[in-house]
Nanobody, 121 residues
Framework: VQLQASGGGLVQAGDSLRLSCAASGRTFSMGWFRQAPGKEREFVAAITWSGLNTYYANSVKGRFTISRDNAKNAVHLQMNSLKPEDTAVYYC??????????????????WGQGTLVTVSS
């Protein structure tokens, strides 16, 4: 499985961005994580294969929305009301159908290369 993340860029605080992750191969539950400079990777959002269940980090709840299009084998992250603290490289990931805990990166099996989001104040 290969994942290709896109949509990052430089925006101002309060702006919006939409990240996309295109997958080749079978995907199951998918998630977005981010890593800011000098910090550890952290969970952002996740969605089950059916799309019926979504999960968010408290820091993005109410501002970010994760969605997926299984027909196109893609997952999206709509980010609104961006803040400077959202600045990070954003990674998409998918599990391979095994044990999965949405917020635990180690339970994901495949990762994309990351896309940089920079939010200026």
């Amino acid at each position: 499985v290969q994942l290709q993340a896109s949509g990052g860029g430089l925006v101002q605080a309060g702006d919006s961005l939409r990240l996309s992750c295109a997958a080749s191969g079978r995907t199951f539950s998918m998630g977005w994580f981010r890593q800011a400079p000098g910090k550890e990777r952290e969970f952002v959002a996740a969605i089950t294969w059916s799309g019926l269940n979504t999960y968010y980090a408290n820091s993005v709840k109410g501002r970010f929305t994760i969605s997926r299009d299984n027909a196109k084998n893609a997952v999206h992250l709509q980010m609104n009301s961006l803040k400077p603290e959202d600045t990070a490289v954003y990674y998409c990931a998918t599990d391979a159908g095994g044990s999965w805990i949405y917020s635990v990166g180690a339970t994901y099996d495949y990762w994309g290369q990351g896309t940089l989001v920079t939010v200026s104040s």
